[in-house]
């Protein structure tokens, strides 16, 4: 059973690099290059791009009416998502090296690079950024968590769980305690395909 499994991740893995190659294909036609993490787009491009920008006072005024209004309540969200950035650094700053568990690269998770679009105007762009730190805070907080849950108790569900992290394929089977016993300390401190 367990070598199905291992050739089941095989095989997710090969379909994410296969997906990953054809998202690079297609990014190509785009003409634009990333340089020291900043992108770049032809000159023709560029151009394009900027016959294509709402103005602020044309994205204001077809806005609706309760987007606007929600607008204070949905960035009010950044003041905890600061915060949980800040603390759950701090966590695995102290925690991790103590652990044996290799850190989660930050700028692998927030990546900033919607501002470089000169087809959104400036309330576009800081709408952009915004959801972009916040999705990848989240999936960075969620490495952070998963990579803990692997070192603490890296035992599955007995109930279906809705949305997995990338650690969970390793742990082991639930109500399975001879197998904890065996290979619990193992498990906590194998991260070797992080390296890969």
Known sequence: MEDTIQLLIGKIKDLENQLQKEIDIRQEKFYYQIKRKRVY?????????????????????????????????IYSLLIPAVLMDLMISAYQAICFPVYGVPKVKRTDYIVFDRQYL???????????????????????V???????????????????????????????????????????????????????
């Open 142 to 196: 969620r490495e952070i968590a998963a990579r803990t849950e692997q070192h603490w108790c890296p035992i599955k569900h007995a109930r279906k769980v809705r949305d997995l992290h990338n650690r969970y394929k390793y742990f082991l089977d639930y109500g399975d305690g001879a197998s904890y016993r065996e290979h619990v300390e193992k498990i906590r401190r194998d991260f070797s395909d992080l390296e890969q």
């Open 41 to 73: 787009f032809e000159k023709q491009i560029r151009e394009q791009h900027k016959l294509l920008m709402k103005t602020v006072y044309r994205y204001l005024r077809e806005a609706r009416i309760l987007p606007v209004v929600t607008a204070p309540v």
């Open 118 to 140: 000169r087809y959104l105007n400036g309330i576009e762009k800081f709408n952009c950024v915004y959801c972009g730190y916040f999705n990848g805070l989240i999936a960075y």
